[in-house]
């Protein structure tokens, strides 16, 4: 590596000026300093990753877990915390998120706070990544955690300007790519081949044989009061994605494997692309109470008569506003969707629950004649916030009501289904 002698000459009247101390010679003090020059490598990263949008514009990035190309549905997320739920959240397949916030990755990675054992989603997009970590809890950072399960990353791209575009434009499909042998021109048109609209997602995600669940919330992260002794009910939940922390909030008031209610979860992409799914909540609606969430709420608007639409560019973080129409108290509401309940659609009796405050849109349902609740929005919410986890109750309120007055009559049918 190639050097260079720096030479630096001083004298006492330079260093202190008129305040120099009496009788000091006017000597003078000369010494080198060697410094390296020219071939040392930088101590920062260059860009080496692309962001294309189908809009056509190209956003320069820097990579971080897996590298090689990549095409998702690209999506912004609002919450300021819990970025390694959304990792772990399925609902998020065939997407991108773009964290809003800026700073990720400072809190690194912990396994307690995985919403499922992979990571469905399809990229993450970040301003800033954070080069340390500093929770107790931590095992890993978030680049690490990220090559392991395949999961391209891309940081120092202007997060904000992308987000205006999506509010402005609605979601658009991107490609996320390392490969500097792919020119931009073939990335676009792999934007512009591909659509969300139609994938059947959910089979990609959902557990391929039937298991039961038998973790429960600790009592340290415990947030809901506990009044006298619990009634004890089993769920069958029905898994199109669903999240575990949705089974650990269910779990404290279940038991046995007979259902006195079923869940219908969360999970990713067009509920008009699973027709098979819409067909199974049909078989099963009116026989026993329900309780649909997120994915869930949406086929159940479907089974019921109703229509689906796509959103503009959805909801997706731990900050939207719902108003509960039955109390007139508001929640604040973590929420993860590209699609809604078209409430105009559906049949006399069904009532809408619940809005979104941002836009009007649905956000949950009751029909009592066929003992239906739903939610658009995600009431476990962890890490937060926990406004809704009440919805759980008034589940639990319907299966103790249907269970004190008729005997479970259509319990073979649903061992069937």
Not at 17 to 41: D, Q, W
Not at 249 to 266: A, C, E, Q, Y
């Amino acid at each position: 590596m190639a050097t260079k002698a720096l030479a630096f000459t001083f004298s006492f009247n330079d260093l202190f000026g008129s305040k120099a101390p009496p009788h000091t010679s006017a000597k003078v003090s000369v010494f080198s300093v060697r410094c390296s020059s020219g071939n040392g490598e930088r101590p920062w990263k260059n860009s080496d990753a692309r962001l294309l949008l189908e809009d056509g514009s190209i956003w320069k990035a820097k990579s971080f877990g897996a590298s090689g190309t990549q095409v998702g549905e690209v999506v912004f997320n609002t919450s300021l915390t819990g970025y390694q739920e959304i990792l772990t959240d399925p609902s998020y397949a065939g997407q991108f998120v773009l964290m809003t916030n800026p700073h990720i990755g400072n809190t690194g990675i912990n396994f307690d706070d995985e919403e499922s054992t992979e990571c469905f989603l399809s990229g993450l997009v970040i301003r800033s990544l954070s080069i340390s970590t500093s929770n107790w809890r931590c095992v890993k950072d978030l680049g690490d955690y990220l090559t392991e399960r395949n999961v391209m990353g891309i940081y120092d791209v202007d997060t904000r300007a992308i987000t205006r575009r999506l509010r402005e434009d609605g979601s658009l499909i991107g490609v996320l790519s390392t490969d500097n042998s792919k020119t931009d021109e073939e990335l676009l048109q792999m934007s512009k081949s591909w659509d969300i609209v139609g994938i059947d997602l959910i089979s990609g995600v959902s557990c391929k044989s039937p298991y039961e669940w038998v973790d429960r919330t600790k009592e340290e992260w415990e947030f809901s009061s506990s009044e006298g002794p619990r009634d004890t009910f089993h769920v069958v939940a029905y898994d199109f994605g669903i999240k575990h922390n949705i089974l650990r909030r269910l779990h404290p008031k279940t038991l046995k494997l007979n259902p006195d209610g079923v869940l219908f979860s969360n999970g990713p992409g067009d509920p008009s692309a699973v027709p098979y799914a819409v067909e199974t909540v049909k078989n099963i609606i009116g026989k026993v109470p329900v309780f649909g969430i997120c994915m869930g709420h949406q086929l159940l608007g479907q089974a019921l008569g109703g229509t689906t639409y796509k959103m503009k560019f959805g909801h997706h973080g731990g900050n939207h506003p719902v108003r509960n129409l039955r109390t007139g108290r508001v929640e604040i509401s973590s929420q993860n969707h590209n699609y809604a309940v078209d409430p105009a659609t559906l049949p006399e009796g069904v009532e809408v629950t619940h809005i979104n405050l941002n836009d009007s849109s649905c956000a949950g349902l009751a029909f009592p004649a066929q003992k239906i609740v739903s939610l658009q929005y995600h009431p476990e919410a962890s890490p937060g916030p926990h406004d809704s986890d009440n919805a759980f109750r008034e589940f639990i309120e319907l299966m103790k009501h249907e269970k004190n007055q008729t005997p479970n009559e259509n319990l073979h049918q649903l061992q069937s289904v």
